[in-house]
Structure formats: C-alpha cells, structure tokens
C-alpha cells in the first residue's frame, strides 16, 4: 500500500489588479477574509478568503498586472445548495449560467470572477462521479 502525506487542497493563489471587487466578489459565495498580507508600509497587498468550516482557501495577491488569461483554466467550489447560491449571485449582478446536471451526475453553474478567472460552483448529488467514483463518458478531444 502506498502511504498518503495529502489530506487535500490547502489553497489556489490568484493575481488581481483591485482586491476590493475581488474580495466582494467571493463573499456572495460565501467566503470571508481570514488575514491579510501587509507589506513595510502597512499596505494591504493580500490576503487569505477562507471556505466556511473547510482548510481551503483561495490567496488573493494584488498585482499591477496580471498574468494573461489561460494560466488557471478553472477552480471548482463545492457548495450545498445550487439554488441559493444562483440566487444569491443573480441579487449581486454576477453573470451565471443556470443550474445543469452535468455528465459527472453533479448540478453546476458557472461564472467569471472579476480577474477572469472561470469558476465551476458545484452541488454533488449521491449519484455524482466524485462520491461514487466509475467512468464518467465526455466528449472531449484533446
């Protein structure tokens, strides 16, 4: 048996030119700033957004500009009504796409942050390939 040192994903880092649109942005999903970064001058440069009871957050550093599109295709956020959460963002101006069970058995929507970046807000069913595991058929040519 092969020993395991992972318990899971500690967090995704991502650049932004306005932290304040950014930090609004991940509060209608339901994440709260948890520290900062401060730089000599005691500016504010950074900081942590964490999940609500999760050890998985999202770092959010500020940066004058960012790197181009296409760096991080996509991050998933688990969540455990789809419902609220579209609601929730429509009520906050957030561009999303309706509630689809996906080929994976699992209910999703989809929006941009403010940096561009694409995000998948996801809802497992008992049915979802993550629970379950098997084969999930797609069509996909690389």
């Known amino acids: 048996m092969t ?5 899971g994903l500690a967090h995704v880092c991502i650049e932004t030119p306005d932290l304040e649109a950014t930090e ?20 504010v440069v ?3 957004l964490a999940f609500p009871g999760s ?3 999202v770092e959010v550093i500020h940066v004058r500009d960012p790197q181009p599109a296409g760096v991080l295709r996509h ?19 957030i561009a999303t796409d309706e509630p689809v069970l996906e080929k994976d ?3 999703m929507i989809s929006c941009h ?20 595991g098997g084969v999930c058929r797609v069509e996909y040519e690389p």
């Open 105 to 107: 058995l699992t209910r």
């Open 113 to 132: 942050d403010p940096n561009g970046i694409f995000i998948e807000i996801q809802q497992y069913t008992p049915e979802s390939m993550q629970t379950r």
């Open 24 to 43: 609004a942005f991940y509060a209608v999903l339901g994440l709260e700033r948890r520290y900062d970064f401060r730089n000599q001058h005691d500016e």
């Open 75 to 93: 991050f998933a956020i688990e969540v455990d009504d789809i419902e609220a959460i579209h609601r929730a963002m429509i009520r906050a101006g």
């Open 3 to 7: 020993e395991t040192f992972t318990t």
């Open 46 to 48: 950074g900081f942590y």
């Open 55 to 57: 050890p998985t957050y």
